[in-house]
């Protein structure tokens, strides 16, 4: 499967097409594509620096947030699922 066809790839994409619109709008909050982008890559940096493996699970306890989105793309762009 090519990266583009993944759902952090699709993301990526529309983060290079569309960079300053809003992302997420959360209990008043909005965070655009790149905000999210930055964000997911710091997390996904993390979790590869801390033994995240291709297709390690990587369980999420959280409310829904501005921050849910980023934490998931992260942790799909350190290959865990």
Not at 29 to 51: K, S
Not at 60 to 78: F, N, P, W
Request: net charge negative; charged share 20%.
């Amino acid at each position: 499967m090519d990266i583009q066809d993944t759902i952090h790839g699709l993301f990526e994409k529309q983060v290079v097409q569309t960079p300053d619109k809003v992302a997420v709008v959360c209990e008043g909050q909005t965070v655009t594509y790149q905000e999210v982008n930055e964000r997911a890559n710091q997390l996904a940096h993390y979790l590869l620096a801390n033994g995240v493996k291709l297709e390690a699970h990587v369980a999420i306890c959280m409310e829904r947030s501005v921050d849910l989105l980023s934490v998931i793309l992260g942790i799909l762009k350190a290959g865990g699922n």
